[in-house]
């Protein structure tokens, strides 16, 4: 069995390689069962933490399972909030092929699938995005946007400051004209794209601020008690998901659903649907789009696949 380590796996996980990889596992499907999911109190560390265990295989190819543990309160004590492990398998025997680094490939897939669903749901020609949420996932999503649309200018916000300055600094330095946002509403409204990777409970991001034709990505809520935008939001815009797991975990949809501002019925399509071509993505009469994902073991075995076949290349 090989031990993948974190700059191996970052290395095979560049966005250019990773995003098709990504639309062409939702092309090919592969079997997903429903994750996980166990709560984990802890009175002397408040307030615990949750465990997924995300398994998913290609008969005759690849199985993988991970682990990721969530712990929210991590960020008073300096750490990152998530840790994830991933074991590859043969799917023919059962033998283990490779322990990855599950946080590259957590963090990696999910900024990739951000990408994927904004170039088909994104206008053509945004320039301008806001990351609202300054750690490991939030910041690669400039660079995995910038992949599929002109992205030059970024905004970033945080409820930690010195997160959202060490953001902006990084994001300068790779090109991007980087700035960390004083005003999250004029940020907002000014955003072409507005992408969410929080672990908030309530919401950050209110529909009123957001530009008629903008197109606002929730990536960070996937448990019921987990919020990133207001039920204005969604109102008069084109929903996507990225899976319909979604529609049975995540705060950001039950909530609304519940209050009768949507229905299940009015989602337009998943991930699935726009790369297939099933449903059209983003049209010229379209106003804003909102895509809200709650990350699906199929973009953690695509992207465990690429590293593995990409090391073995080596």
């Known amino acids: 069995m090989k031990i993948i380590d974190t700059e191996s796996t970052r290395h095979a996980l560049r966005f250019e390689r990773l995003i098709p990889a990504l639309r062409d596992m939702f092309i090919a499907g592969c079997e997903v069962p429903l994750r996980h999911v166990h709560t984990l109190q802890n009175q002397a560390a408040p307030p615990g933490g949750t465990v997924l265990i995300m398994p998913a295989w290609q008969e ?9 543990n969530i712990f929210p309160g991590n960020a008073e004590r300096g750490l990152p909030g998530l840790f994830s492990t991933y074991m590859l398998y043969d799917a023919r025997t059962g033998e283990p092929l490779a322990q990855i680094d599950g946080n590259e490939i957590t963090s990696r ?5 951000s990408a994927l669903a904004a170039s088909y749901l994104a206008p053509a020609q945004a320039r301008s995005l806001l990351v609202v949420g300054c750690g490991r996932v939030g910041g690669l999503v400039p660079e995995a946007c910038r992949t599929v ?8 916000w945080d409820r930690n400051e010195a997160a959202a300055n060490a953001l902006a600094a990084r994001l300068h330095a790779q090109g991007f004209d980087a ?3 004083t005003d999250l509403g004029q940020a907002a409204g000014d955003a072409d794209i507005v992408s969410c990777a929080t672990l908030a409970t309530q919401p950050v991001i209110e529909g009123a601020w957001l530009g008629t034709r903008s197109h606002l990505d929730l990536i960070g809520s996937f448990t019921p008690q987990m919020r990133e935008a207001d039920d204005a939001a969604f109102v008069g815009a084109r929903l996507f998901i990225d899976t319909r797991e979604a529609l049975q975990k995540s705060g950001e949809l039950l909530g609304p659903m519940s209050r009768g501002v949507f229905t299940a019925a009015d989602v337009a399509g998943d991930l699935a649907d726009l790369v297939t071509g099933r449903v059209q993505g983003r049209t010229e009469s379209d106003g804003r789009t909102v895509f809200k994902a709650v990350g699906t073991a199929l973009e953690d075995l695509a992207a465990a696949i690429l590293v593995y076949e990409s090391v073995e290349a080596a």
């Open 109 to 113: 897939r999910t900024a990739a699938a």
């Open 179 to 181: 700035f960390v946002a």
């Open 60 to 68: 005759g190819r690849y199985l993988g399972i991970k682990t990721v």
């Open 149 to 156: 649309r002109p992205i030059e200018r970024v905004a970033v």
